[in-house]
């Protein structure tokens, strides 16, 4: 499998536990990069930490959450070399990775619950890895 570089502000940091425990259950190495709380943060910080994380190679592709999954997606879209992509579905995540050539996905974590993101981030890694 491969290795996924996971991080998020404070209002991604639910979701990001439960990506992390389900990328580790499907045999994935993931590198969590936080925050490691719900406490305030800025989510450039974390944005740019998974980018480069996937730019220098430490990771084959990256996810990374915020509130809205846009400003993270900003972020990481400043690191060269790196595409970020956010989606809101299934199609949504396979265009990102299949049409744009993204490697670092983005969601937005006050718009989708867990069960609605596992299947995203599971479609975005069947394209990537």
């Not at 190679?57 to 060269?80: D, H, Q």
């Not at 983005?106 to 867990?114: M, V």
């Amino acid at each position: 499998m491969a290795t996924i570089a996971v991080g998020c502000d404070h209002a991604g940091y639910h979701l990001k536990e439960c990506l992390v425990a389900e990328l580790r259950t499907l045999g994935h190495e993931v590198l969590d990069l936080g925050t490691d709380s719900t406490d305030r943060v800025d989510y450039p910080d974390f944005g740019f930490a998974v980018a480069r994380a996937v730019a220098g190679g430490e990771a084959t592709a990256g996810v990374a959450g915020c509130g809205s999954g846009g400003g993270i997606a900003m972020a990481a879209n400043k690191v060269s070399g790196v595409r970020a992509g956010m989606a809101f579905n299934e199609a949504t995540a396979i265009n990102a990775a299949e049409h744009n050539g993204a490697h670092v996905l983005t969601l937005g974590a006050s718009y989708l619950d867990e069960s609605a993101a596992i299947p995203i981030v599971d479609a975005f890694l069947s394209r990537t890895c």
